[in-house]
């Protein structure tokens, strides 16, 4: 069965550093790896997916993830944090169907002026 | 969120109450989803669609019922709603083709049982 674990329920940057939000996934296939972001009171939108083929993984607002199967990691990145960044966000990995989701806990990204 | 509309935004309810909430979408989609969001414990799917008449299970599927008799509205009821079901409820929808990546979500339901 898949899992999917993402390391601290709160990550908080300053303006400007890097985002690093970490994800670690456990399948029994080949995954396909999804980071979601929701804003206050709006619902989840996908930020970017890994299906097939490239490891790194570029998605909108700037943020990249990256594949790595012998770490079974797909950790969030972005190189400097805006204020506008604030968000939860979730990873999440496909199930066996590859119509259903496996959700993480979720990520609350915390941006420091 | 264009496409997909849930109602109510916010509901405040007391425990033993029946309560439905609804999730239309204007996408003609075929696959309709039932997500409850919780504190450290992410999206948990509590029921789905994949047709008119046609639902099944979740992994959180006690104390819910679902009926979709149009292909725009999925129905999600509490038949006598408890504390544990204070959440927030999103729906969300997918295309017959393509997989995960193409889920769509609602805005979301703010649910409080007193």
């Known amino acids: 069965a898949q899992s999917v674990t993402q390391l601290g329920s709160h990550v908080s940057v300053s303006e400007g550093a890097l985002v690093l939000l970490r994800c670690n996934y456990s399948s029994s296939v080949p995954p396909y790896l999804f980071w979601y972001v929701q804003y206050p009171n709006q619902g989840l939108q996908l930020l970017l997916k890994?299906?097939?083929?490239a490891t790194l993984v570029k998605g909108i607002n700037g943020f990249e993830a990256e594949f790595k199967k012998s770490e079974t990691s797909f950790h969030l990145t972005k190189p400097s944090a805006h204020m506008s960044d604030a968000a939860e966000y979730f990873c999440a990995v496909s199930g066996d169907s590859n119509y259903q989701l496996i959700w993480g806990a979720g990520t609350k990204l915390i941006i420091k002026p | 969120d264009a496409g997909i509309t849930q109602s109510p935004r916010h509901k405040v309810t007391e425990t033993g109450t029946p309560v439905t909430l609804r999730c239309h979408q204007t996408?003609?989609?075929?696959?309709m989803y039932w997500y409850r969001q919780d504190p450290g414990h992410g999206l948990r799917l509590i029921h789905y669609?994949?047709?008119?008449?046609?639902?099944d299970k979740g992994e959180v599927s006690d104390g819910y019922s679902v009926s979709r008799s149009k292909t725009e509205d999925f129905l999600l009821t509490l038949e006598s709603a408890t504390s544990s079901q204070t959440s927030v409820y999103f729906c969300?929808?997918?295309?017959?083709?393509?997989?995960?990546?193409?889920?769509?979500f609602g805005s979301g339901t703010q649910l409080s049982v007193l």
């Open positions: 890994y299906t097939t083929g």
């Open positions: 969300a929808i997918r295309p017959e083709t393509g997989g995960a990546e193409k889920l769509f």
């Open positions: 669609s994949y047709g008119v008449k046609d639902t």
């Open positions: 996408e003609n989609h075929r696959y």
